[in-house]
């Protein structure tokens, strides 16, 4: 299985500052068919998943452009330009080009 | 709206079986794969399993249910389930349904699944 791992595991941020969080894969997450499914994901306290980006850079519809995706091969990063209060939570990225489909570990994210 | 609702969660024992449904709305469903999500009491999220459209092709499973759970849908219904047998103290968690969209896109509220004695 490709093992996801995420850095922090835990990322105390500042309201108005900037915030980013690194996921990195044992092996290339880029398919045969030329995409990199690589998403994130953003769990807020008490709440399902919501995704935020998917294919590495894409975002889900009602993110805000102030988070972002980037990154290629095994090596991909979210950012967060201004952290807002809304932003508490555990991220996790997963890939969606190996199968079986494997998440990171979280990270969680306090102001 | 795009909705998700799990239900069929609950307390069961080791060797035991439950079949979880998700009902959906506001979406085509039968144009849509849909997977199992499940996470462990303050764990993390791992996936379980994936079925296409129109089950035209073999479902999905982790190594880790394969063989005892078996995922199906009835798009006539908009229905996906998740039929869970011979269920061990570690399947214990929430079970979030969610429509795919180039990887898991839209949540269910999810349904908790207890297994214990």
């Known amino acids: 299985d490709v093992v996801m791992t995420q850095s922090p595991l835990s990322l105390p941020v500042t309201l108005g500052q900037p915030a980013s969080i690194s996921c990195r894969s044992n092996?290339?997450?880029?398919?045969?068919?030329?995409?990199?499914?690589l998403n994130w994901f953003q769990q807020r306290p008490g709440q399902s998943p919501r995704r935020l980006i998917y294919?590495?850079?894409n975002r889900g519809s009602g993110v805000p452009d102030r988070i972002s995706g980037s990154g290629s091969g095994t090596d991909f990063t979210l950012k967060i330009s201004r952290v807002e209060s809304e932003d508490v939570g555990v991220f996790y990225c997963?890939?969606?080009?190996?199968?079986?489909?494997?998440f990171g570990g979280g990270t969680k994210v306090e102001i | 709206e795009v909705q998700l609702v799990e239900s069929g969660g609950g307390l069961v024992q080791p060797g035991g079986s439950l079949r979880l449904s998700c009902a959906a709305s506001g979406f085509t469903f039968n144009k849509y794969w849909m997977h199992w999500v499940r996470q462990g009491p303050g764990k993390g999220l791992v996936w379980v399993s994936l079925i296409n459209s129109n089950e035209s092709s073999s479902p999905s499973y982790a190594d880790s249910v394969r063989g005892r759970f078996t995922i199906s849908r009835d798009n006539a219904k908009n229905t996906v389930y998740l039929q869970m047998t011979r269920l061990r103290p570690e399947d214990t968690g929430v079970y979030y349904c969610?429509?795919?969209?180039?990887?898991?896109?839209?949540w269910g509220q999810g349904t908790l699944v207890s297994v214990s004695s």
């Open positions: 997963m890939q969606g080009t190996h199968w079986p489909l494997t």
């Open positions: 294919k590495v850079s």
């Open positions: 969610v429509r795919n969209n180039y990887g898991p896109e839209s």
């Open positions: 092996q290339s997450l880029v398919h045969s068919d030329g995409n990199t499914y």
